[in-house]
């Protein structure tokens, strides 16, 4: 077998294995953790036949292309699937694989860090400032955002939340509506994300390597769900009542939105790791200053370390650009 194929889907399976153990908690987490009782096998039937239709109508919709156009780039700055914004290597060397690797070997830690900066950036080096202002701006936006929406709602709902548990009449309500704002968050989510995947693979993806590729998806993404999320799962359970079905609806659905925003935004890869800890960072905060929940400090200093964790992300991605460019070229030239 061609060296070249061999490492293309060896990396694939390894960012698919990377990116599903490590993003997937950011859109799935709070689902997770408010449906704890229900069977894993119903709630992977659900993402799954999201995930699949998210990709079937980006393949459809872009000509064979599953990423969204983040890794073709507009036509009107010139990039096709001929000449893409994120070519495949050439030559494809074993180093490539290095960025899943490094994501798995951090994510068995439990940090959140941005597979974006991670995976992408080793395909297009430029692409960096771009990548990381849109990220930068996402995690403001999120940060903003939460504050405000739960300086509003917190003394109405999140306290309510907690003081009154869901009644199972209740929960017949809260139910849908749940399972559809995280159906809303999961397809924004899975379109700036799919990028982080499928770089591996040729832009214009045939008929078996779509299937091949979505084999190896849903796999990992079942393993995701028996094992109730991993250790990044820790970061949603740290939060303030994220278990109550009420809360997570409320999250999914702004972080939804947010995605939404961005995606229609432009076609620049963003990570949205950094949308999602600065939701998390500004929901507590404004939960906080509302209700006032304990010592301020204590509040912020697990928003300090998780803001820091994906901080450690960008800076490890950018010791790795450095890295492949010296060892593909023997220099640390760009």
Do not use: C, H
């Not at 689902?31 to 009782?37: A, C, M, R």
């Not at 439990?110 to 990381?132: D, E, H, N, Q, R």
């Not at 947010?258 to 998390?280: A, D, Q």
């Amino acid at each position: 077998m061609d060296s070249t194929l061999v490492i293309m889907w060896l990396g694939f399976a390894l960012a698919s294995y990377s990116v599903v153990g490590n993003d997937v908690i950011q859109t799935l987490g709070t689902f997770l953790t408010s449906n704890e009782k229900r069977p894993w096998w119903i709630l992977w039937l659900f993402a799954s036949t999201i995930l699949t239709l998210t990709l079937l109508y980006s393949w459809f919709t872009y000509d064979g292309d599953v990423s969204y156009q983040r890794l073709i780039g507009d036509a009107s700055d010139g990039f096709s699937i001929e000449n893409p914004k994120y070519p495949l290597p050439d030559p494809f060397a074993w180093y490539y694989l290095l960025p899943p690797l490094v994501l798995m070997l951090i994510t068995r830690f439990g940090i959140p860090v941005s597979t974006s900066f991670l995976i992408l950036t080793f395909f297009v080096p430029k692409g960096l400032v771009s990548m990381a202002t849109k990220s930068f701006t996402g995690y403001l936006v999120a940060f903003v955002a939460a504050i405000l929406v739960y300086l509003l709602i917190s003394k109405v709902a999140e306290k309510r939340f907690v003081n009154n548990p869901i009644t199972e009449r209740q929960r017949k309500i809260w139910m849908p509506l749940q399972w559809f704002s995280t159906g809303f968050l999961w397809t924004q989510w899975l379109a700036q994300d799919f990028a982080n995947i499928y770089v591996y693979l040729p832009r214009e993806i045939s008929v078996s390597d779509f299937f091949i590729s979505l084999f190896i998806i849903l796999s990992l993404l079942a393993y995701i769900f028996w094992s109730k999320g991993g250790k990044i799962q820790d970061v949603v359970r740290s939060k303030s009542n994220t278990s109550d079905i009420r809360s997570a609806t409320i999250i999914d659905f702004i972080y939804g939105i947010i995605l939404f925003y961005f995606k229609e935004l432009n076609n620049v890869p963003m990570s949205t790791t950094w949308v999602f800890i600065g939701l998390l960072a500004g929901r507590e905060i404004g939960i906080a200053l509302r209700t006032n929940k304990g010592n301020f400090k204590e509040v912020l200093r697990p928003l300090i370390i998780d803001f820091a964790k994906v901080t450690l992300g960008l800076v490890i991605s950018i010791i790795l650009v450095f890295l492949i460019r010296y060892l593909s070229s023997g220099s640390f030239s760009f």
